[in-house]
Each structure stands twice: as C-alpha cells, then as structure tokens.
C-alpha cells in the first residue's frame, strides 16, 4: 500500500506562485509514476501533470503549460508542482497520484492522496 499526503495548498491572488507537495509512504514509489489531477466545483476530474520514475519524462495539461512544472526527489519521496500566473479558474483541489504503470492522464492510478485545496482570487 502506498499513502499520499499533500501539503501546500492556500488562498492567494491572481497572478501569484505556489508550490504543492505531495508525500509517499509505505511501498515506495520510486518505481512509480507520479502526478497530480484536479477537481473544481461542479467540475469533472482534470489531468494535471505526470513525471516518470526518474523524473527524466514529464507530461504537462495544455491548460497549465507554461505556468506549472512537476517535479520529484526520489530520496525523499516526495513529488511537487510548482504553479506560477495562477489565475482564478485554477481554483480546485488538488490530488496526488501514484501508480507503477499508468502515464499521464489517459490511465487509472491506483492511489490518490485527499487532496489539498487551491483557491486564485481575482
């Protein structure tokens, strides 16, 4: 079994940086692929970004190209998403997610964290 917690969520403003993290424990999961998806209000489930086991492959959502990068240290277990140039419809909450075989979006993951939430103002 593999438990996810992230960390980091919060509310700012338009325009402003933060960074997600997302920690493992129990089977370790550097064999595995890591992302994060997301969910807003009255929403379906969104694919936000994945990153291979060594990190060397990375998958990015068009919708948050160019503003938010993921990134994960396999000695601490650990896998972040650093946002920049939030804007208001990237209000949501944001899951982690592991898997050893899925990529990206087009595959189930296995274990998902509880979420942390994100809110942009305007």
């Known amino acids: 079994q593999v438990q996810l917690v992230e960390s980091g969520g919060g509310l700012l403003q338009a325009g402003g940086s933060l960074r997600l993290s997302c920690a493992a424990s129990?089977?370790?999961?550097?064999?595995?692929?890591m992302g994060w998806f997301r969910q807003a209000p009255g929403k379906e489930r969104e694919f936000v970004a994945a990153?291979?086991?060594?990190?060397?492959?990375?998958a990015i959502a068009d919708s948050v190209k160019g503003r938010f990068t993921i990134s994960r240290d396999n000695a601490k277990s650990t896998v972040y998403l650093q946002m920049s140039g939030l804007k208001p419809e990237d209000t949501a909450i944001y899951y982690c997610?592991?898997?050893?075989?899925?990529?990206?979006?087009?595959?189930?993951?296995?274990?998902w964290g509880q979420g942390t939430q994100v809110t942009v103002s305007s």
């Open positions: 129990g089977r370790t999961t550097s064999g595995y692929t």
């Open positions: 997610v592991a898997d050893p075989q899925a990529w990206a979006g087009t595959s189930t993951y296995e274990y």
């Open positions: 990153i291979n086991r060594s990190g060397s492959i990375r």
